[in-house]
């Protein structure tokens, strides 16, 4: 049926609206397209064009500033040094060979570090960075800076580099950095993007390494546009990193500049320790060597040099090394003994020369005897007998718990690398490593110190501030991290009798400063400064039965290697303890005359925080401790200078 006139109008009407609203709608979208197509193609094709290119638009990452290090008065110790630099980048490169050469003709370059590079080069990811000339001159970089456009993937560049400016004086301590290689990527479950930048630094040894995080600081990176040439024309965008933490140790740097100074020429360590909080002052292991030889890597030349000398200057005899503490010990026995109930004040023991003990003859240092003698006498004499006589009655279990409590056989929580335990032996420790039973006579030979009994300087200075304190004192290296005071652990109390605890400190004050002790010799005159103290001599030789009959030879009769070790403890002032030394020379002979000089003259330098008045030494060693003084202070001017801002 055909539809009436007026329905085909309204029909007409409705689709002419809807194809307009269609057609607007259409004609809006074209125009939006149009319009976005102009922003893309006009207003951004700059950037667009450059991100279509991913060789000319680089992502790099910044290397975070590493912290720095400080002693405990703001003297710096370790700091950021600029350092020129020549990089490579691969991809960016037309050809690496042929660019290598062009750059060979404008800079020299060292063989070795090149065949390095080039190493890098083949295996990294083609944007990585690869150093191939460090540490060149601002004239190179210039050159190279001017020729850029005939050097594609060549990039000059200013970086920072570890710098120790004291030297020696801290390379036990503080370590060094160097290059990450892949045996430091080996033990590091997820590397750090920074970790795989060729010639990236990290903490090796020391507290470097231990604090290697707080150093260390987070990478920034930017967004830099590239010509096709390979050269930086613009920075689009940069994000800063964060520098790594400043940390402050305890050493007093111009104590740790002197005790370095009076070990030279000695293998040797010395230790210098808060009595209240456990503040490391100095800490110093002879010889030592240049950490800033290890910051880019040493030659084989200067590493065989050092492990070559006899005097062992790598290893950081200070924690490391560990010796048997000769008559060091003998607090640790008499205390035992006390405690245990096993001894009394005020019995004598008498010394004919030697103890007969399982059928085995233990043989005094004085070979005439001391005859009888009280606990005071011993210590200040240094006699054998009575010691064995000790650890016959106590037993070696009661020994090596109060060696444990004292400080040693224990390692300290210290930011160091290798700190060593040191051994309290007991009978289960002889069973389990020796396959053997314990004897009488061990327990004889570890009462002075011998036998399996092995220390640490460290321990051994921990175990004087212990005796002088009567607290579990516990020896702190860094003072504050990034200006935050690191609490100290002052150390709760023995618990030992007071009694017995004075009589042993009485005994150590007869051997510095009676005419009979052991270590008269070296003694402090000045009366508020007094010290007590204890000589240790210990042997790394067995005296067979004919050479005692003979006469024992004498240290300096024997070559170096096979003379005794020379210590010496000590705390002072004695009324009011505010150091611990502890010193250990190398095959020095005797403790009296070898350890005990050197630990006088450090312990006067950390109590008068300098040079002392002559007056506070014995007359017969003031002129030649003038002339000590006037030479180091020739050899070693004063360091001290402000703290700096972060560069």
Known sequence: MKRPPKDNEASQKIMTRRGLILGGAQLGLVGVLAGRMRYMQVDQADEFRLLADENRINLRLIPPSRGRIYDRNGVIIAENAPSY??????????????????????????????????????????????????????????????????????VPEVGLSRHYPTGYD?????????????RDLETIDAPDALLLIPRF???????????????????????VEVNAAGRVMREL??????????????????????VNSRLEGQSAAAVVMDCENGDLLACVSAPSYDPNLFVRGISSTNYNALLENKYRPLPNKVVQGVYPPGSTFKMVTALAALESGNANLGETV???????????????????????????????????????????????????EMARLLGLGTVHDLPMTSVAKGLAPTKDWKQINRDEAWQVGDSVNASIGQGFVLASPLQLAVMSARLATGRS???????????????????????????????????????????????????????TLRMAGKTGTSQVRNISAAERAAGVRRNSDLPWERRDHALFVNFAPYDNPKVAVAVVVEHGGGGSKAAAPIARDITLQALYDGDPPLEAYPAKDRENIEAQQEEYQKKRPNRSKPRQDRA
């Open 85 to 154: 630099r020549i990089n490579m980048i691969r991809e960016e490169a037309d050809d690496v060979e042929e660019v290598i050469d062009r750059l060979a003709r404008i800079i020299e370059l060292d063989p070795d570090e090149l065949e390095r590079a080039l190493k890098d080069l083949k295996k990294l990811r083609g944007d990585t960075p690869v150093t191939v000339a460090d540490r060149v001159s601002w004239d190179d970089v210039s050159r190279v800076a001017v020729n850029t456009p005939a050097l594609p993937g060549i």
């Open 170 to 182: 801290y390379a036990h301590v503080i370590g060094y950095v160097g290059p990450v290689n892949d």
């Open 201 to 223: 630094q990290i903490g090796k040894i020391g507290l470097e390494k231990r604090r290697e995080d707080t150093l260390r600081g987070k990478a920034g990176n930017k967004r």
């Open 237 to 258: 965008e940069r994000v800063e990193g964060q520098a790594g933490a400043d940390i402050q140790v305890t050493i007093n740097d111009q104590l740790q500049a002197y």
């Open 350 to 400: 008498y010394c004919p020369g030697h103890l007969q003990v399982s059928g085995r003859r233990f043989h005094c240092w004085k070979r005439g005897g001391h005859g009888s003698v009280d606990l005071l006498r011993s210590l200040r004499e240094s006699c054998d007998v009575y010691y064995y006589e000790m650890a016959r009655r106590t037993g070696i279990e009661k020994i090596s």
């Open 473 to 527: 004192v516990e020896p702190r290296l860094i003072k504050s991290i990034d200006g935050v005071e690191q609490p100290p652990l002052p150390g709760e109390d023995l618990g030992l009798n007071p009694r017995y605890l004075h009589a042993v400190r009485e005994a150590m004050f007869e051997v510095s400063n009676s005419r009979r002790g052991t270590a008269y010799r070296s003694r402090i005159i000045e009366e």
